[in-house]
């Protein structure tokens, strides 16, 4: 089993349309992230969280929120979709020190029609 | 905040040859630097990383060096293979992790 697990694999919406992207870890680390990723600009941060009453903005979180409903589990949701936030959704996962870097997910595409 | 740049955005290389891919960063404070490797339909996932209290680390054919005082960090992939083949992301950590933009390595056969 994949240590980061997001779902679904591949979702299209309709705009204005409620969707929620759901990660989900086995690596026991306590720090959780949610990247965007788009054609030459790389991974953007939305949101992260270091614990789970710990919540914290990334650069491009308007238009998302998430959810830590637990140490293992970190969601995100699109509360009305539109069509620029067509993109590749990763979930990555660290350890207090982030010693060993990030592990990621293997991603979310999300379409918006 | 912190702000990485990559070069070059598309690099091909024959099979066999080396391939270098440079990034540099805004922020003196940053102190970690992790390289990713990213294939077709999967995450990035680690290949290596340098610390800024070291200057080189080598992992087999792959290499990183890092340049303080210039705010530059390197990957050196040294006989590449076709398997070599995906998007490379470096970045740069003090309190947030920023990734550059990625550099898509195309190995020929």
């Known amino acids: 089993d994949a240590d980061v697990t997001q779902t679904p694999r591949n979702r299209i919406t309709k705009t204005g349309k409620r969707i929620m992207l759901e990660c989900s870890q086995t690596?026991?680390?306590?720090?959780m992230y949610w990247y965007r990723q788009d054609p030459g600009l790389g991974l953007r941060l939305i949101y992260y969280?270091?614990?789970?009453?710990?919540?914290n903005k990334g650069e491009i979180s308007d238009g998302y929120s998430v959810s830590r409903q637990a140490q293992a589990k970190f969601s995100l949701s699109l509360e009305s979709a539109i069509p620029n936030q067509t993109a590749l959704y990763f979930c990555?996962?660290?350890?207090?020190?982030?010693?060993?870097?990030?592990?990621f997910g293997s991603g979310t595409r999300l379409t918006v029609v | 905040g912190e702000n990485v740049e990559q070069h070059p955005s598309t690099l091909s290389v024959q099979e066999g040859d080396s391939a270098v891919i440079k990034c540099t960063y805004s922020?003196?404070?940053?102190?970690?630097f992790p390289w990713y490797k990213q294939e077709l339909g999967k995450g990035p996932q680690l290949i290596i990383d340098i610390r800024s209290n070291v200057g080189e680390k080598k992992d087999q054919r792959i290499a990183v060096t890092l340049n303080k005082t210039a705010k530059h960090f390197s990957l050196h992939i040294t006989e590449t293979q076709p398997e070599d083949s995906a998007v490379y992301f470096c970045a740069a950590k003090d309190d947030d992790m920023r990734f550059g933009a990625g550099t898509r390595l195309t190995v020929k056969p």
């Open positions: 990555a996962t660290s350890d207090l020190n982030r010693r060993y870097g990030y592990t």
């Open positions: 922020d003196s404070a940053s102190n970690y």
């Open positions: 969280s270091f614990d789970v009453k710990d919540i």
């Open positions: 690596k026991g680390h306590d720090r």
